[in-house]
């Protein structure tokens, strides 16, 4: 006993001593070691991801009002999966340094812009200009029997973007009637699920074809060493680069008659050039703003660079849509774009401060969202996912069932990341901070993860958030789409309260 107590006295004053130099230390610090942790064993840890899961079980709940028709656009293709590293052996390019490139022009770009992402564990995704170099590089995908070795079946294509992989999801609901609009080619529309309707405006003779690098955790190409499981995608895309698809997208809605619109595809526009994006970008918010106002409309966002593009999103689409969803990378740079919170920040260091996460979404609520009772903005839910953790925020008294919803992106993300229909808790690990606080500045609460009820809560002001915990899979098999599948499954469980119109 008293080897613990001493132990424990020396690890605080450690953590004392340290404080005197480095105010932020401690809080580091505790987002992966607190008491109670320090003298776990493996075994009392594998119990944490056993009463979790139980507890995700019980606790979620599908909400009283369901949605029963789903408008899903704009951005739908066909992904090639294949090994990072193998594609680019195959290519014949040598491991280098890692630079990140607004728009991919060449095999080196590719090569130093995945090495650069590969490095990080981030996902990120980027315009390839060149046809003709495009088109070599996917045959070279399509036929290099190395670059297919880690491929979880015998055929490599898959449904790809974020609208037609949102829709594939929602279709897992039998009572759920899904639209899909985009530019959907012969193969696409083979591997869509029965239940999706896709307009005949949308169907085209060809498909446009995503290339996807994925990398394992631990993974290594000369000197860079993939921290985490993910992918780097590249395209030469004009259809849905251009988004051609929304204008279809919105008249269908006349006849479809949705309970919600989920889009997304605007990051894809980035890649035409500023005079293509900035003309395309006031035509989809004139196109977005037909859409009647009592429809709530989710937007989904992905990886951009372009500070210049994502503030015009900010301040033009943003206010006009009801619900957000992104990831960690999308956020710190949705803040560095705009000058907010920790935009001083280069990049996240392991696990995404949980305070610091609250203080950027509560900031974008302010700015863009109606979190002023006064504000003519529209925006009242984010849901913001990163590997270890997810958090759902709303303005309060315009959605409910959102402790479930938050948590049904966890479970999804911890299943399918793993290739499995439920969570395999032998296959997966909780990495989440279970001290944390509800800012990274002052005021803030000191809060903490209870595994029998993990959903943590906390407001500021007229904002509540929800935090829940993800189970990480080890060993994941897929990681492109998890993004997706978490919002889509969060809209699923989330309610639209009756008394408000947007």
């Not at 009637?177 to 060809?206: A, F, N, R, Y």
């Not at 619109?261 to 980035?270: D, I, T």
């Not at 029998?452 to 990480?472: D, I, S």
Request: one cysteine or more; charged letters at 20%; proline letters at 5%.
């Amino acid at each position: 006993m008293w080897r613990k107590a001493l132990a424990a006295a020396l690890l605080a004053f450690a953590v004392g001593y340290f404080y005197h130099g480095s105010p932020d230390l401690p809080e580091q610090i505790l987002q992966y070691i607190s008491l109670p942790n320090f003298q776990q064993s493996s075994q009392s840890q594998n119990s944490l991801e056993k009463v979790i899961s139980a507890a995700w079980e019980t606790l979620i709940t599908l909400p009283t009002r369901q949605w029963s028709k789903v408008a899903v656009g704009v951005n739908a293709c066909v992904d090639v999966v294949v090994s990072g590293v193998g594609l680019l052996q195959a290519l014949a390019v040598d491991p280098g340094a890692g630079l990140d490139h607004e728009v991919l022009h060449s095999k080196e770009d590719l090569k130093e812009a995945f090495i650069h992402f590969m490095g990080r564990g981030a996902a990120a995704e980027r315009f390839f200009s060149d046809k003709e170099v495009f088109q070599r590089i996917a045959r070279s995908a399509a036929e290099y029997p190395g670059a297919k070795a880690r491929l979880t079946s015998s055929t490599h294509l898959y449904v790809g973007g974020n609208a037609a992989l949102i829709g594939q999801k929602l279709a897992t609901y039998p009572d759920l009637m899904v639209l899909l609009c985009g530019p959907v080619g012969p193969k696409l529309h083979e591997m869509l699920d029965e239940q999706i309707v896709v307009p005949p405006e949308s169907l085209q003779e060809t498909d446009e074809f995503h290339l996807i690098l994925e990398y394992k955790a631990g993974e290594q190409w000369g000197s860079t060493q993939a921290p985490q499981a993910n992918r780097f995608i590249f395209s030469h895309d004009v259809s849905n680069g251009e988004m051609s698809s929304l204008e279809t997208f919105v008249a269908s809605l006349d006849d479809f008659h949705p309970d919600l619109v989920v889009l997304s595809g605007l990051h894809m526009m980035e890649g035409q050039g500023r005079e293509v994006w900035e003309e395309r970008l006031k035509e989809a918010v004139s196109a977005i703003s037909d859409i009647r106002k009592d429809i709530p409309i989710h937007l989904e966002l992905a990886s951009m660079t372009d500070k210049d593009y994502m503030n015009s999103i900010m301040q033009e689409v943003m206010p006009i849509v009801s619900s957000i969803g992104l990831n960690e990378q999308e956020l710190l740079f949705l803040t560095q774009a705009g000058e907010g919170p920790h935009a001083n920040l280069a990049a996240w260091k392991g696990i995404p401060d949980v305070g610091r996460v609250s203080d950027i979404l509560l900031w974008i609520l302010e700015q863009h969202g109606r979190s002023d009772p006064s504000s003519e903005a529209d925006l009242t839910r984010i849901h913001f996912h990163t590997l270890a953790y997810h958090i759902l925020v709303t303005v309060d008294g315009y959605w409910a069932n959102q402790a479930a919803a938050v948590m049904a992106g966890a479970r999804v993300a911890s299943s399918q990341a793993c290739g499995l229909q439920s969570v395999d808790v032998s296959k997966v690990e909780l990495k989440a901070p279970l001290e944390f606080h509800s800012s990274h500045g002052e005021p803030r609460e000191e809060l903490s993860l209870d595994p029998a009820q993990p959903v943590t809560v906390w407001r500021r002001g007229n904002v509540t958030f929800y935090m829940t915990p993800v189970l990480v899979c080890k060993q994941p098999l897929r990681t492109v789409g998890l993004g997706d599948a978490i919002s889509a499954e969060g809209l699923v469980y989330s309610e639209l309260k009756t008394q408000q119109a947007f």
